[in-house]
């Protein structure tokens, strides 16, 4: 079983900044990939971006370039830079972890974007 809990997560002005945590109950060294999602109230929950093991990442398409996601292995940890954060941006935000053919999630950690 792997446990995930998520940290970060506030209310912040639009143009601003946010980094959420993800800290995870196993390596990551042994994990497939590990992402985070969004779920924004009235809609369906929505890929921010992934990244596997071998570091590679990926991104939904509008969130190119604003969000950033990385790891800390020594920390068994991943993290979510968000910058330029807009109103849309608000949601609750999971994390997500793949390990050996199973998905485990965070229990969501709220982000509120005024305008």
């Known amino acids: 079983q792997v446990q995930l809990v998520e940290s970060g997560g506030g209310l912040v002005q639009a143009g601003g900044s946010l980094r959420l945590s993800c800290t995870v109950s196993?390596?990551?060294?042994?994990?497939?990939?590990m992402g985070w999602y969004r779920q924004a109230p009235g809609k369906q929950r929505e890929l921010v971006g992934r990244?596997?093991?071998?570091?590679?990442?990926n991104y939904a398409d509008s969130l190119k370039g604003r969000f950033t996601i990385s790891t800390d292995n020594a920390k068994n940890t991943v993290y979510l830079q968000m910058n330029s954060l807009k109103p849309e941006d608000t949601a609750v935000y999971y994390c997500?972890?793949?390990?050996?053919?199973?998905?485990?999630w965070g229990q969501g950690t709220q982000v509120t974007v005024s305008s």
């Open positions: 997500n972890v793949y390990k050996w053919g199973r998905d485990y």
């Open positions: 196993t390596s990551i060294l042994t994990i497939n990939s």
């Open positions: 990244i596997t093991s071998g570091g590679s990442t």
